[in-house]
């Protein structure tokens, strides 16, 4: 009895094994998909209260508000992307490690709270997004008899920035400091509104 197969059965043979190792690693890889991707759904409890956390009431107008809110931003070295009389924005950055960045991402709502537009709500929200910095390696192409076309990497590469976190910063002693910013400059705009008050004949 000979021991060795014919040039077509050993294709057929290696053909049957190659579709049969192949059907394996895909149902291994969707078991470890779904897995893994129930896992990487972390649940998030969001409970609503009367808690005033992002909200103050000013005894101002919607449009002084939020110019108090652009000042208190700007006395800080934050970057003001948008302000009007209805919404401010601003953003500032931070590196508290060599390869660690954070960007603060702050936005100001001012609506009006009284008929007459003397009253006005304040409602503040700020966003930390975290960011790390990554190397990536670059590869090259080598040609091998045999083997063909094999990538491999090399040692030169770039550096860039990856996001890894956004998070709402829900700190009360956070938001109460800028509130209490912004009325400071809230009360130094009221002298000058009582001086032109005081020139009216």
Do not use: W
């Not at 409970?47 to 449009?63: E, H, I, M, N």
């Not at 302000?83 to 603060?104: C, I, L, N």
């Amino acid at each position: 009895m000979s021991h060795f197969f014919s040039g077509n059965s050993a294709r057929r043979i290696v053909g049957a094994f190659s579709v049969l190792g192949m059907a394996a690693l895909l149902t291994a890889c969707s078991g470890l998909g779904g897995r893994s991707a129930t896992e990487a759904m972390p649940k998030v409890e969001e409970k609503f209260g009367s808690a005033a956390t992002y909200s103050r009431l000013f005894d101002a107008t919607p449009a002084q508000t939020c110019e108090a809110a652009r000042r208190a931003l700007l006395s800080q070295g934050y970057i003001v992307n948008k302000a009007d009389k209805e919404v401010v924005e601003g953003q500032k950055s931070f590196q508290p490690q060599p390869d660690r960045h954070v960007q603060m991402n702050i936005r100001v709502t001012c609506v009006p709270e009284s008929s007459d537009g003397g009253l006005s709500m304040g409602f503040v929200s700020a966003l930390q997004d975290s960011f790390a910095l990554k190397m990536a390696s670059n590869s090259a192409s080598l040609g091998v008899s045999m083997l063909g076309t094999v990538s491999v990497p090399v040692a030169a590469g770039h550096d860039s920035m990856i996001k890894i976190g956004s998070e709402t910063v829900t700190s009360g002693q956070f938001y109460d400091s800028f509130f209490d910013l912004m009325r400071r400059y809230l009360l130094v705009d009221a002298p000058q509104d009582l001086t032109e008050l005081s020139k009216r004949p």
